[in-house]
């Protein structure tokens, strides 16, 4: 997986890369192939933005949420992201084919 992280306005520090590294890798767990994620760090005046766009095959999620605080910021869209993530997962292992003792016995023709 991918990870870009760019900020607008500020320099993002050691630290905070270290740890919007660390989180966006327990997004593996969805096993979604997801290919590549975009964060991105914004502050405008008091306000601190965070924005994550996750791309892999045939799926697109982002999410985007202000705070006062760039951490917090980060985890609330990381939270959106988790959910959506969560529930495409969902989505995809529902739709799989289950095949129950009635479906591997052959049926027996009468004349």
Do not use: C, W
């Not at 991918?2 to 740890?19: G, M, N, P, Q, T």
């Not at 766009?53 to 999410?63: H, I």
């Not at 985007?64 to 997962?89: C, N, P, T, V, W």
């Not at 995809?92 to 027996?108: I, L, Q, Y």
């Amino acid at each position: 997986m991918k990870i870009d992280i760019s900020a607008r306005h500020f320099h993002v520090s050691e630290a905070l890369k270290d740890y919007i590294t660390e989180k966006i890798q327990k997004l593996a767990k969805y096993a979604l192939k997801i290919e590549t994620v975009h964060v991105v760090l914004e502050v405008q005046k008091f306000h601190q933005i965070s924005e994550i766009a996750a791309a892999g095959k045939n799926l697109r999620f982002t999410a985007k949420e202000e705070s006062a605080d760039m951490y917090a910021a980060f985890d609330k869209s990381l939270g959106i992201i988790q959910l959506r993530l969560g529930r495409q997962h969902d989505r995809v292992k529902d739709h799989k084919v289950r095949r129950g003792k009635k479906a591997a016995e052959p049926v027996a023709e009468e004349d």
